[in-house]
């Protein structure tokens, strides 16, 4: 199963705050795990603000360096779009970008995950 880990997740195993994070996600073959692309940014942007910008980008570097960065592609933008209009219909648009993260999973049939990094362990691959 690929996962795709969100900043959160990251934030927490970058501050030392929840050790299982980060034993959960070394437990895994980094080749099944990808960073959307607004995740790095949202680390190096996090980082450059920071009180101690160098060594906290390095930290970044260190965290991410196993894993693959899964930028979108046509599929993932047809399928932003359809999540989008849906959750704008169902009154339900929260954003934190100009693209989703659900959409990489989603059309490529992996488990994604939100921001919520306590239920990593169990959640399910989005539909």
Same mark, same amino acid.
């Given at each position: 199963?690929?996962?795709?880990?969100?900043?959160?997740?990251?934030?927490?195993?970058?501050?030392?705050?929840?050790?299982?994070?980060?034993?959960?996600?070394?437990?895994?073959?980094?080749?099944?795990?990808?960073?959307?692309?607004?995740?790095?940014?949202?680390? %190096?942007?996090?980082?450059?603000?920071?009180?101690?910008?160098?060594?906290?980008?390095?930290?970044?570097?260190?965290?991410?360096?196993?894993?693959?960065?899964?930028?979108?592609?046509?599929?993932?933008?047809?399928?932003?779009?359809?999540?989008?209009?849906?959750?704008? %219909?169902?009154?339900?648009?929260?954003?934190?970008?100009?693209?989703?993260?659900?959409?990489?999973?989603?059309?490529?049939?992996?488990?994604?995950?939100?921001?919520?990094?306590?239920?990593?362990? %169990?959640? %399910?691959?989005?539909?």
């Amino acid at each position: 199963m690929i996962f795709f880990i969100d900043t959160n997740i990251f934030v927490a195993a970058l501050r030392g705050r929840a050790p299982h994070v980060r034993t959960r996600m070394q437990q895994h073959d980094p080749r099944n795990i990808l960073v959307p692309h607004q995740v790095v940014a949202e680390l %190096r942007v996090g980082a450059a603000k920071s009180a101690r910008p160098g060594h906290n980008n390095m930290q970044v570097s260190v965290i991410l360096q196993p894993f693959a960065i899964a930028w979108p592609d046509a599929v993932a933008l047809e399928h932003y779009a359809d999540i989008r209009v849906t959750l704008e %219909r169902a009154d339900a648009h929260r954003r934190s970008g100009p693209l989703d993260r659900r959409d990489h999973p989603r059309h490529r049939g992996h488990a994604g995950y939100p921001q919520h990094w306590r239920i990593f362990p %169990r959640l %399910r691959p989005l539909a």
